[in-house]
């Protein structure tokens, strides 16, 4: 098992995070890091994956890209499909115990009770999804962008990022998007507005010397970060952009939209990635035990992501049936973080076990070794 390193830590802060955000009235999201900043952990999670992608690949050949990118897909779809079966079966239930007529309609899988196979289609097309699961279909559609942004790459860094910034630029301008099954609306998370988030994290990851080299030079790049996320700050208490969505204007909109990442939530998050970035130092030599607890969660994403959801689902139930404050929040919350460890660590055990055991077959024609003495 890898040790402990920012990448993961941070993921794994993000995982933590969408849990926490997940369970609606949960007292714990008043102190996320969304309550205090323009972009939140879909941004985080969305870059690290772009500098994972770049650690992974960025110099690994074609032949080698391809297979890694099918075998992502599928653990992503599949993913899709069974943790989201798993939460329809999980509203349902509660919706018939509890009698709480909206529980299916604010989680989005109404339709699945009423038009079940209008809901398999749109769920197998990827078009349709479950409250608070939709960033999976976004993972699937970066994954298939990943040999193409490897391939611009490799021609000319300047390319990637001149393709990149056009397809959000049209996505921001034209509000292109992809239709959910049902015709009524579009995705929650824009791909093609939401691949600068993962592109950017894989140029800043992929030539890490020429980074530290770019910001050793340009110094006034961290007086400028914490500018912004002052100006930022300052702002919210402002109460700009406003809190409630469907109270902003179409400027408001077009800055700030989570949908199609309005272009102050992607500044105001790369200044905050430079400021934690910084800082990340801080959290081994004086929070040890936080910085190897949330490394732990982030080294598997997918199945973290999935437990996470699943956690979130039973959080928010339980508030419906009446178990909220604050010893049942902080409970909770605890063993839920608890629950995520200890499914990274498993997911880690087992694939070490399988690697281990694939490598213990002799393959067919070879001949055993002869035992010495």
């Known amino acids: ?12 802060f993000a995982l933590v995070e969408i849990m926490i955000n997940h369970i609606p009235d949960n007292g714990f999201w008043r102190v996320t890091h969304r309550q205090f900043s ?11 994956a772009g500098c994972t992608t770049a650690i992974c690949y960025a110099h690994r050949p074609a032949r080698v890209v391809w297979p890694a990118v099918v075998e992502r897909l599928r653990k992503i779809y599949l993913g899709h499909l069974a943790f989201s079966l798993m939460l ?3 509203y349902m239930y509660a919706h018939d115990v509890l009698k709480d007529a909206a529980i299916l309609s604010d989680n989005h899988v109404a339709l699945a009770r009423s038009d079940w196979s209008c809901f398999l289609a749109g769920l197998f097309t990827l078009t349709l999804h479950v409250r608070f699961f939709d960033i999976l279909s976004v993972y699937f559609v970066l994954t298939l962008w990943t040999p193409l942004m490897l391939a611009l790459d490799r021609m000319s860094r300047p390319l990637l990022l001149a393709v990149s910034l056009t397809a959000y630029a049209v996505a921001l301008a034209t509000r292109v998007n992809i239709p959910l099954w049902t015709g009524d609306g579009h995705w929650a998370f824009n791909p093609f507005a939401w691949q600068l988030a993962f592109t950017l994290g894989y140029l800043l990851a992929s030539r890490p010397a020429q980074l530290a080299e770019a910001l050793g030079r340009l110094r006034f790049v961290t007086p400028l970060a914490w500018i912004v996320l002052a100006v930022s700050f300052g702002c919210m208490l402002a109460g700009l952009p406003h809190p409630e969505l469907e109270q902003r204007g179409a400027l408001e ?17 790369l200044a905050l990635a430079h400021a934690a970035r910084s800082l990340t130092w801080l959290v081994p030599r004086y929070l040890p035990y936080v910085w190897r607890l949330l490394s732990l969660v982030g080294r598997d994403s997918l199945a973290v992501f999935c437990s996470g959801a699943v956690l979130s689902a039973v959080g928010q139930i339980a508030h419906r049936a ?14 839920a973080i608890a629950t995520m460890a200890m499914a990274a ?29």
Not at 1 to 6: E, G, I
Not at 253 to 269: E, N, V, Y
Not at 348 to 371: C, N, T
């Open 88 to 90: 329809v079966g999980l």
């Open 1 to 12: 098992m890898r040790a402990p390193n920012s990448i993961d830590f941070w993921r794994g």
């Open 345 to 373: 660590y498993l997911h880690r055990a087992m694939k070490a076990s399988l690697r281990k055991r694939e490598a213990g077959r002799i393959s067919p024609g070879a001949v055993a070794p002869r035992p010495v003495g």
């Open 38 to 48: 323009w972009s939140d952990s879909a941004e985080l999670l969305m870059f690290i």
């Open 322 to 335: 009446g178990w909220h404050g604050v010893a049942f929040d902080t409970a909770y919350t605890a063993g």
């Open 253 to 269: 909109d077009f800055l700030w939209s989570k949908t199609h990442l309005g272009p102050l939530r992607i500044l105001q998050f």
